[in-house]
């Protein structure tokens, strides 16, 4: 069992930055990828970046268009997620997930409560 915490999300301005956390906890030592999701009010669930464990490569959807960064501290177990230049688009729950054998994806196994990020205009 793994269990994963967000936090970091609130109410901000168009062009600002917000920092997610995600920790991680539990049974974590076959943690193979974690990463974030997002999903807006009507909208499905969609893949926004990605980090694999053993070699910290990293993935990220195509639309945030480099505005976007995750990174880990180890000692920590924590993923983040730097996000700047927001846009109101960027409004969404985001979500952390985890997987133990593949790059997460809708399916994967371990997932957090989510945190909430909304822009304004």
């Known amino acids: 069992q793994v269990q994963l915490v967000e936090s970091g999300g609130g109410l901000v301005q168009a062009g600002d930055s917000l920092r997610l956390s995600c920790a991680a906890s539990?049974?974590?030592?076959?943690?193979?990828?974690v990463g974030w999701f997002r999903q807006a009010p009507g909208k499905d669930r969609e893949f926004v970046a990605a980090i694999r464990w053993r070699d910290s490569s990293t993935y990220y959807k195509d639309s945030v268009g480099g505005r976007y960064t995750i990174s880990r501290d180890n000692a920590k177990n924590t993923v983040y997620l730097q996000m700047n230049s927001l846009k109101p688009e960027d409004t969404a729950v985001y979500y952390c997930?985890?997987?133990?054998?593949?790059?997460?994806?809708?399916?994967?196994?371990?997932w957090g409560q989510g945190t909430q990020v909304t822009v304004s205009s």
């Open positions: 539990g049974r974590t030592f076959s943690v193979y990828a």
């Open positions: 997930a985890a997987d133990k054998r593949v790059l997460v994806n809708k399916r994967s196994e371990y």
